[in-house]
C-alpha cells in the first residue's frame, strides 16, 4: 500500500523583522499538530534542514525592498502551487514603505557612511505587486490562530474563515468603552481590520491599525472625526502612515490631507 506524501511547506523571508515568523512558532502545541499535516520543507528561522520544491504551500514574510528580492519572489512563485503573504510587510510593504512618500537617495545619504555601496528600490513593495498571491493575511505581527485557520483551509480544499469586519466589533465583544466617543481619543479602530483582540482600545489608547485596513474602510469619515477632535493635519497624515501606509485606502487619505 502506497504511503501519501505530506503536502510540504515552506516560509521563506524577505525585508521584515521575523516577527510574523516567530508567531508560527509561537504556536507551539498546535505546532505539533501542523508538523503532523505537513513536512516543513523549507523554514530556515525553526531549521537548517531543507527539502527541495516544487512546494504546495509557501509563506512569505516581508516586503520586496531590492532588486534581488523581486528576481527572487519570481522563481519563490514558481515552484510553489499556493502562496500566502503573511503580514504588513507582505502585504503592505510594511513601516519601511514609510521610504515610498520621499526620497529615498535623500534618507542613504543621511544613514550610511558610504551611501555608493547600497543598492536598493525607491519603494517598499507587497508581494503581491510582484506575483500573483492566492491568500493575504494582515497583522503586525500575524495572529497565529489566524493563521492556523488559514493552513487548515487550503490543507482541506475549503475557503479560510477570517474576520472581514474591524477591530470597533472587538472592542464590543471584550466590553471594551469606545475610546474615541468616551475620552476623546483617536482611534483607527473604525476602519481596521480585526484580529488583535483590541488591545490598545482595552489599555485606553487609541488603535494604530496594526492590522491593516478593513474592507471597504470609511477613512474619509474618520477623518473628518479626528478633526473634530483637534487632530491637526500633519498628525492625521502620520495616523495613516505607519504599519500600512501604503495600503491603498490609508495612501489616499494620507495624500488627501497632505
Not at 521575523?18 to 499538530?33: F, I, R, V
Request: hydrophobic fraction near 35%.
Amino acid at each position: 500500500m502506497a504511503v501519501k506524501k505530506k503536502p510540504k511547506l515552506a516560509v521563506w523571508k524577505f525585508a521584515s523583522c521575523d516577527g510574523c515568523q516567530l508567531s508560527l512558532l509561537d504556536c507551539e502545541d498546535e505546532l505539533l499538530a501542523v508538523a503532523d499535516k505537513v513536512a516543513i520543507a523549507y523554514f530556515l528561522e525553526a531549521s537548517r534542514a531543507v527539502e527541495k520544491g516544487p512546494y504546495d504551500i509557501s509563506l512569505v514574510e516581508g516586503s520586496i525592498t531590492t532588486q534581488h528580492d523581486a528576481e527572487r519572489i519570481q522563481k519563490i512563485r514558481k515552484i510553489s502551487k499556493v502562496l500566502i503573504t503573511i503580514g504588513a510587510c507582505a502585504t503592505a510593504g510594511g513601516i519601511q514603505s514609510l521610504r515610498n512618500f520621499k526620497d529615498i537617495k535623500e534618507f542613504v545619504s543621511i544613514v550610511y557612511a558610504s551611501p555608493e555601496y547600497i543598492e536598493t528600490l525607491a519603494k517598499s513593495t507587497s508581494i503581491a505587486s510582484h506575483v500573483p498571491v492566492d491568500f493575504e493575511l494582515q497583522g503586525c505581527p500575524i495572529n497565529k490562530r489566524q493563521l492556523l485557520e488559514v493552513l487548515s483551509a487550503f490543507l482541506y480544499g475549503r475557503k479560510p474563515n477570517t474576520p472581514a469586519y474591524s477591530v470597533c466589533i472587538e472592542c464590543k465583544r471584550r466590553g471594551t468603552v469606545c475610546v474615541m466617543v468616551a475620552q476623546g481619543i483617536p482611534c483607527l479602530g473604525p476602519v481596521t481590520h480585526a484580529g488583535c483582540n483590541a488591545i490598545c482600545p482595552a489599555y485606553n489608547r487609541g488603535c494604530y491599525s496594526c492590522y491593516g485596513p478593513m474592507e471597504t474602510p470609511n477613512t474619509a469619515s474618520l477623518s473628518s472625526w479626528f478633526g473634530r477632535l483637534g487632530v491637526k493635519e500633519e498628525n492625521l497624515v502620520r495616523s495613516f502612515r505607519s504599519f500600512y501606509g501604503s495600503a491603498e485606502p490609508f495612501r489616499k487619505e494620507s495624500e488627501t490631507h497632505e
